[in-house]
Nanobody
Framework: QVQLVESGGGLVQAGGSLRLSCAASGRTFSSYAMGWFRQAPGKEREFVAAISRNGVSTIYADSVKGRFISSRDNAKNTVYLQMISLKPEDTAVYYC????????????????????WGQGTQVTVSS
């Protein structure tokens, strides 16, 4: 089992940047592929990005491609989401999630494929 704690959210103007962090407990962080999802008020939770267990592979939602980058540091049990050129439509609660896949490279984009979730961090982008 793994506990996840997100941080780094906040209020930023359109065009600004934020870096989210997700710290994981436990000694098996490298056993999990990690994902980022977000949920805006009145909307369903949507996929944002995912990174493989070894950090080699990443995938992104079309809406954030070219603006968001996910990375991880397995020695620090932490995954990051660097966000640039933020837009008001990026406003949401951002969640990190862990997927206990045995594959080094397989990445999932659907929430039910993830086993553990953080509590979320609010990102608000003002226009």
């Amino acid at each position: 089992q793994v506990q996840l704690v997100e941080s780094g959210g906040g209020l930023v103007q359109a065009g600004g940047s934020l870096r989210l962090s997700c710290a994981a407990s436990g000694r098996t962080f490298s056993s999990y592929a990690m994902g980022w999802f977000r949920q805006a008020p009145g909307k369903e939770r949507e996929f944002v990005a995912a990174i493989s267990r070894n950090g080699v592979s990443t995938i992104y939602a079309d809406s954030v491609k070219g603006r968001f980058i996910s990375s991880r540091d397995n020695a620090k049990n932490t995954v990051y989401l660097q966000m640039i050129s933020l837009k008001p439509e990026d406003t949401a609660v951002y969640y990190c999630a862990a997927d206990s896949t045995i594959s080094l490279y397989l990445l999932h984009t659907k929430a039910p494929d993830y086993d553990y979730w953080g509590q979320g961090t609010q990102v608000t982008v003002s226009s």
